[in-house]
Structures are given as structure tokens and as C-alpha cells.
């Protein structure tokens, strides 16, 4: 079983810009598909960034495509989530998530999660 801390988050104003951070131990990190999701307040966890183990493939929501960037240094055991133009829907509690390989979009796809930062953004 993996730990993921996510460091990041705070108040930022709409257009602009916060990177997101998460740290994995205790597991083989290169063997592991990384996503972030998030949760807003009375709404489902949604999935938001992806991306495999070997990175060749990353996934995007709609509602982010063209503004958020995920990334991965497997030297550094860290999943990045580059957030750019944020919006105020934007604001949630933004999760860290692995699982083996391959990427999928449900949360209960995924078995480690970290404890999550928050992401606020005002008008």
C-alpha cells in the first residue's frame, strides 16, 4: 500500500494560477497509474487528471481540458497538477489517487488516496 501527501492548494482569484504537488512512498511508484480528483461540497468525487505509469497517456475532464496539466517525476515519486485560468467551480477539495498501470475514471477504481488540499477560488 502506497502514502500520497498533497501539498498546493490555497485561496487563489479567478484566471489565476495554483500547482499541486503529490508526494507517493512506500510503493513501487513507476508501477503506478496517478490521478487527481476533487470534491466540491454536497457533490460526488469526480475525476479530473490522469495519467498512466509510464505516462504515455494522460486523461482530462471536460470541464479542465485546456486548462489544467498533469505530470509525473517518477525520480522524484511525484504526480504534479499544473491548474492555469482557474474558475471558481474549480474550488474543492482535490484528492491524490493510485492505482496499478492503467488510468480509469472511477474513484472506487482506486484504492490509495491521500488526505487532500484544498483549492479555493474567488470571483
Known amino acids: 500500500q502506497v502514502q500520497l501527501v498533497e501539498s498546493g492548494g490555497g485561496l487563489a482569484q479567478a484566471g489565476g494560477s495554483l500547482n499541486l504537488s503529490c508526494v507517493v512512498s512506500?510503493?513501487?511508484?513507476?508501477?503506478?497509474?496517478m490521478s487527481w480528483f476533487r470534491q466540491a461540497p454536497g457533490k460526488e468525487r469526480e475525476v479530473t487528471a490522469g495519467i498512466n505509469s509510464t505516462g504515455s497517456y494522460t486523461f482530462y475532464s471536460r470541464s479542465v481540458k485546456g486548462r489544467f496539466t498533469i505530470s509525473r517525476d517518477d525520480a522524484a515519486n511525484t504526480v504534479y497538477l499544473e491548474m492555469n485560468n482557474l474558475k471558481p467551480e474549480d474550488t474543492a477539495l482535490y484528492y491524490c489517487?493510485?492505482?496499478?498501470?492503467?488510468?480509469?475514471?472511477?474513484?472506487?477504481?482506486?484504492?490509495?488516496w491521500g488526505q487532500g488540499t484544498q483549492v479555493t477560488v474567488s470571483s
Open positions: 512506500e510503493g513501487i511508484f513507476s508501477n503506478y497509474a
Open positions: 489517487a493510485a492505482r496499478k498501470y492503467s488510468f480509469q475514471k472511477a474513484a472506487t477504481e482506486y484504492g490509495d
